[in-house]
Every structure is written in C-alpha cells, then in structure tokens.
C-alpha cells in the first residue's frame, strides 16, 4: 500500500493509519497479502460513503429553496 493522494480527506487519513500499521507490525507474507486485500476493499467502501457524503452535502447546498435564506 501507498500514500494517495486521490482519495477524499477521512479515506486519505484511514489509508495512512493502515500503512503505517502495517509497517509497525512484522507478519509473514499470508497474512500481509490477506491484510493489504482487506485494507484495499475497507478503504473502497469508506471511499464511496465518504464522497456520497461529500455530494449530497454539496446538492443540499446548491439546490434552490433549501436555504433557509430563501
């Protein structure tokens, strides 16, 4: 796993805290290979929630007669 820059803000933090998780800790090559999979299909997930997230904020901000100003 790498740093990547791509991802939106709380995925970008979860991938770093599981790279440097996996570098604290020694396991054979299983479970390192096991980990690096499971990590990558937890950081999709939390990637699409989070810009799901980050576009229905963004339509419910956009969207005429929703302010509260109007």
């Keep these: ?5 791509d991802l939106p803000p709380i995925t ?5 805290d599981l790279i440097a998780t996996q570098r604290r800790n020694s396991v054979d ?8 999979s499971l990590s990558a299909i937890v950081l999709c997930a ?6 799901d997230l980050i576009i229905t904020a ?3 901000h ?7 100003h109007d």
């Design 58 to 60: 963004a339509a419910s």
């Design 62 to 68: 956009t969207q005429p007669g929703t302010s509260r």
């Design 46 to 51: 939390v990637a699409e929630l989070e810009n």
């Design 1 to 5: 796993m790498t740093a990547r820059a």
């Design 12 to 16: 970008r933090k979860l991938n770093a």
């Design 29 to 36: 090559a299983e479970t390192a290979t096991a980990l690096r």
